[in-house]
């Protein structure tokens, strides 16, 4: 996760790093991984707990609207998710309310918990106000 945090706004830094705070409440902080596999990453999450990001990344233009694709990866967990009672979005809208325009459409992705998720929302849509 280091060495793609400082591609992401600053936002995305502020809704990983409030993840990574202790708060006994919330049962934070989380334990960040990566295993570079969107669907074993997402396994684990479905058996013990997590949210899944991979948000769009200004440092590689190629990669400004988010990496995964839309039909093939994105829309297929996120209805697995809904089944499970959490859901996907793309910090904007949720990932099954998308239409598609192009078979190969790249989004950013956020997909757990419905709790979670609502957080990466706000994070992403600035509703938080972030630390000067």
């Known amino acids: ?3 793609e945090y400082m591609g992401w706004s600053p936002n995305i830094n502020a809704l990983v790093s409030y993840f990574k705070e202790y708060d006994k409440a919330t049962n ?7 295993v570079g596999s969107l669907v074993s990453d997402f396994h684990r999450n479905l058996l013990y707990g997590g949210i899944y990001l991979y948000p769009a990344d200004n440092k590689d233009p190629k990669k400004s609207t988010g990496k995964l694709r839309l039909l093939y990866e994105c829309a297929p967990l996120s209805h697995m ?25 790249r989004v950013p992705l956020y997909i757990g918990n419905s709790s979670d998720v609502d957080i990466c929302e706000k994070y992403v849509r600035g509703d938080v106000v972030l630390d000067a």
């Open 1 to 3: 996760i280091n060495a």
């Open 81 to 105: 998710a809904e089944v499970a009672g959490g859901r996907g979005s793309t910090g904007e809208v949720n990932v099954l309310d998308l239409v598609p325009t192009s078979i190969h459409q």
């Open 28 to 34: 934070r902080p989380y334990a960040t991984r990566y």
